[in-house]
């Protein structure tokens, strides 16, 4: 960490999924235009970062985490405002507190289309210029053309003459060219657009944080034209955990590393350099997973079959010099073969009932090799990841704030520690690992961010709510009584107390979703705060990434009580 970084000091930010918060001339989402507008309210209330979710083009689905480039802008959020257009879709008043993202894209693009077709002359050349800037888009502008063509089919099932990019890429840009150059030039307003927003948040002293997922979908652009920087025969994942008896299966592939590392990480910096247009700080997704990831070959549903990708693996010969053969355990589902001769233990293998049936003394050598190699992954998981976040450093001016929150490992975590990476800490999970108890706001680590929910969380008051018994009796001594504040008498006071003390933590910066910060009654989050949660990991609710704020921030902009209550708590706190 650059420690005179001038962005580098204690400050306090809003976070939002763009597409939930419009601006009076928005069109059915937020868009681009909707950035400049909310910055000047967080101002005013005292904020000095942005931050935003992921803006890559999703396809057909609605997670910015599933994306079909890692690198292209969802025209969703183009803003048509901005274009000139006079196109209007919705009623003055916010009836729902969700979006259809099929029904916009589809509406969007129609309108996006006759804009192009009005000069396309002058269109197709401004696509031509942003092509020759920017050639990771001609594989994206193809394969976009494709995706429409199949309807959104994975590319494996395509045609024989389309699996091949590059084959393809030639076709389509012959044959296709018009079709191509619509999606270069939907770039290429996206690129104008957000670039100019981060400098009009830089006049403001607002800086705008981005995110950078570590995966991509397999039915993507980059998976199409790079196959080779791809473990196709893996899923990434995380395992089995108290929250989930079957772990989480993401289903998107695995990272091929020794392939990327030949390149010296050019698919990387492509992506780091190109979000540096639109972002001060970005987010790093899963940082964990630079390190080492949980993979789960690609036949199986559930994570449970995985193992923490790459590693050494147990060797034939270290079963064989014990007098055991490996075969055997495979048979019974307790192992699997990685590679020729070197096997994994499969998580919580010791509770199978195959291994249960063990004789004590096949036991008694067969579990120590479970963690025998343990040193040796981890020195080598350590190295790696350290290697690559070096070279994300290197590629980029932006400050990276990594996302480490689950199950971290005490390596990864030193290893975060030594490098003085900005991490996560979430306020309600923040606990003293010998005894559970929450940490005191001054024991929080500097190198952090922290922050009352995330998008894969329940809101804070909503955590709150489900508290009952001696937990809840415990967090109303922790986070009032003992800061000498009184009880709370309902829920706006229980909130503005979270946030006062998320704000008084030793954290350096201190980012909040927005529906945390709305203490306000008409704001709806005090009456239904689970209404009002952005997404619920490893479900197909289809009201995920669909939620929208049913007031507009010139509503925002208008409530001198919620900016003047905020920007005090945060002079306070002796942040900007």
Same mark, same amino acid.
Request: with cysteine; aromatic share 14%.
């Given at each position: 960490?650059?420690?005179?970084?001038?962005?580098?000091?204690?400050?306090?930010?809003?976070?939002?999924?763009?597409?939930?918060?419009?601006?009076?001339?928005?069109?059915?989402?937020?868009?681009?235009?909707?950035?400049?507008?909310?910055?000047?309210?967080?101002?005013?209330?005292?904020?000095?970062?942005?931050?935003?979710?992921?803006?890559?083009?999703?396809?057909?689905?609605?997670?910015?985490?599933?994306?079909?480039?890692?690198?292209?802008?969802?025209?969703?959020?183009?803003?048509?405002?901005?274009?000139?257009?006079?196109?209007?879709?919705?009623?003055?008043?916010?009836?729902?507190?969700?979006?259809?993202?099929?029904?916009?894209?589809?509406?969007?693009?129609?309108?996006?289309?006759?804009?192009?077709?009005?000069?396309?002359?002058?269109?197709?050349?401004?696509?031509?210029?942003?092509?020759?800037?920017?050639?990771?888009?001609?594989?994206?502008?193809?394969?976009?053309?494709?995706?429409?063509?199949?309807?959104?089919?994975?590319?494996?099932?395509?045609?024989?003459?389309?699996?091949?990019?590059?084959?393809?890429?030639?076709?389509?840009?012959?044959?296709?060219?018009?079709?191509?150059?619509?999606?270069?030039?939907?770039?290429?307003?996206?690129?104008?657009?957000?670039?100019?927003?981060?400098?009009?948040?830089?006049?403001?002293?607002?800086?705008?944080?981005?995110?950078?997922?570590?995966?991509?979908?397999?039915?993507?652009?980059?998976?199409?034209?790079?196959?080779?920087?791809?473990?196709?025969?893996?899923?990434?994942?995380?395992?089995?955990?108290?929250?989930?008896?079957?772990?989480?299966?993401?289903?998107?592939?695995?990272?091929?590393?020794?392939?990327?590392?030949?390149?010296?990480?050019?698919?990387?910096?492509?992506?780091?350099?190109?979000?540096?247009?639109?972002?001060?700080?970005?987010?790093?997704?899963?940082?964990?997973?630079?390190?080492?990831?949980?993979?789960?070959?690609?036949?199986?549903?559930?994570?449970?079959?995985?193992?923490?990708?790459?590693?050494?693996?147990?060797?034939?010969?270290?079963?064989?010099?014990?007098?055991?053969?490996?075969?055997?355990?495979?048979?019974?589902?307790?192992?699997?073969?990685?590679?020729?001769?070197?096997?994994?233990?499969?998580?919580?293998?010791?509770?199978?009932?195959?291994?249960?049936?063990?004789?004590?003394?096949?036991?008694?050598?067969?579990?120590? *090799? !479970?963690? @025998?190699?343990?040193? $040796?992954?981890?020195?080598? =998981? /350590?190295?790696?990841?350290?290697?690559?976040? +070096?070279?994300?450093?290197?590629?980029?001016?932006?400050?990276?704030?990594?996302?480490?929150?689950?199950?971290?490992?005490?390596?990864?975590?030193?290893?975060?520690?030594?490098?003085?990476?900005?991490?996560?800490?979430?306020?309600?999970?923040?606990?003293?690992?010998?005894?559970?108890?929450?940490?005191?706001?001054?024991?929080?680590?500097?190198?952090?961010?922290?922050? *009352? !929910?995330? @998008?894969?969380?329940? $809101?804070?008051?909503?955590? =709150? /709510?489900?508290?009952?018994?001696?937990?809840? +009796?415990?967090?109303?001594?922790?986070?009032?009584?003992?800061?000498?504040?009184?009880?709370?008498?309902?829920?706006?006071?229980?909130?503005?107390?979270?946030?006062?003390?998320?704000?008084?933590?030793?954290?350096?910066?201190?980012?909040?979703?927005?529906?945390?910060?709305?203490?306000?009654?008409?704001?709806?989050?005090?009456?239904?705060?689970?209404?009002?949660?952005?997404?619920?990991?490893?479900?197909?609710?289809?009201?995920?990434?669909?939620?929208?704020?049913?007031?507009?921030?010139?509503?925002?902009?208008?409530?001198?009580?919620?900016?003047?209550?905020?920007?005090?708590?945060?002079?306070?706190?002796?942040?900007?």
């Amino acid at each position: 960490m650059v420690h005179d970084h001038p962005i580098l000091k204690r400050r306090a930010g809003v976070l939002i999924p763009l597409s939930s918060i419009l601006t009076h001339h928005s069109f059915e989402c937020g868009d681009i235009a909707s950035l400049v507008p909310l910055g000047r309210f967080i101002k005013d209330a005292g904020f000095s970062i942005l931050q935003i979710l992921p803006l890559n083009d999703t396809g057909r689905d609605t997670s910015p985490y599933s994306s079909i480039s890692a690198f292209a802008i969802d025209p969703i959020y183009i803003s048509l405002k901005a274009l000139g257009s006079s196109i209007v879709s919705r009623k003055k008043t916010l009836v729902t507190h969700f979006i259809n993202h099929t029904r916009i894209r589809e509406l969007k693009l129609a309108e996006l289309k006759k804009i192009f077709e009005a000069d396309i002359e002058s269109n197709s050349k401004k696509a031509l210029d942003f092509l020759s800037n920017f050639p990771w888009a001609y594989g994206y502008c193809a394969f976009r053309v494709l995706y429409d063509q199949y309807e959104g089919k994975d590319w494996m099932d395509w045609a024989s003459e389309h699996k091949n990019a590059t084959s393809a890429k030639e076709q389509i840009f012959g044959k296709r060219k018009l079709d191509a150059l619509f999606y270069a030039f939907l770039q290429s307003i996206a690129y104008d657009q957000l670039s100019r927003a981060k400098e009009e948040l830089e006049e403001l002293g607002v800086y705008l944080k981005g995110d950078m997922p570590i995966l991509t979908s397999r039915n993507s652009a980059d998976v199409w034209e790079y196959p080779e920087y791809f473990d196709l025969d893996l899923q990434a994942g995380a395992p089995p955990d108290a929250f989930s008896d079957d772990g989480q299966n993401w289903g998107f592939p695995v990272l091929n590393w020794s392939e990327l590392r030949k390149t010296n990480f050019r698919w990387w910096k492509e992506r780091i350099t190109y979000l540096e247009h639109f972002f001060h700080l970005y987010r790093i997704d899963h940082v964990i997973g630079m390190y080492r990831i949980w993979a789960i070959p690609k036949t199986e549903k559930t994570a449970r079959k995985g193992w923490f990708h790459p590693q050494q693996g147990t060797a034939r010969s270290e079963f064989e010099a014990l007098g055991l053969a490996p075969e055997t355990f495979v048979e019974l589902g307790l192992i699997h073969e990685i590679y020729k001769d070197h096997f994994i233990f499969y998580w919580d293998f010791w509770k199978d009932p195959a291994y249960q049936a063990l004789p004590e003394e096949i036991k008694k050598d067969f579990y120590p *090799l !479970s963690h @025998h190699n343990l040193h $040796l992954n981890e020195k080598e =998981w /350590k190295q790696a990841g350290e290697e690559i976040l +070096d070279a994300l450093d290197l590629f980029s001016g932006m400050i990276a704030c990594a996302e480490d929150l689950g199950s971290v490992p005490g390596f990864i975590r030193d290893s975060l520690k030594e490098r003085e990476t900005l991490g996560i800490d979430v306020i309600r999970w923040t606990r003293s690992l010998d005894d559970g108890s929450y940490i005191p706001a001054e024991g929080y680590r500097q190198t952090a961010i922290s922050v *009352l !929910s995330t @998008h894969d969380t329940s $809101l804070a008051l909503d955590w =709150w /709510k489900s508290l009952t018994g001696g937990e809840k +009796d415990y967090a109303e001594s922790f986070f009032f009584l003992e800061r000498g504040l009184a009880l709370p008498k309902d829920d706006q006071e229980v909130l503005l107390g979270l946030i006062q003390f998320a704000l008084a933590t030793n954290s350096l910066f201190s980012i909040h979703l927005l529906q945390d910060l709305l203490f306000k009654p008409v704001y709806g989050m005090l009456e239904d705060p689970a209404l009002h949660r952005i997404n619920v990991p490893g479900t197909e609710n289809a009201r995920n990434w669909t939620y929208r704020f049913r007031f507009t921030i010139e509503d925002l902009q208008e409530d001198k009580e919620l900016s003047q209550t905020l920007r005090k708590m945060i002079l306070e706190s002796e942040r900007c």
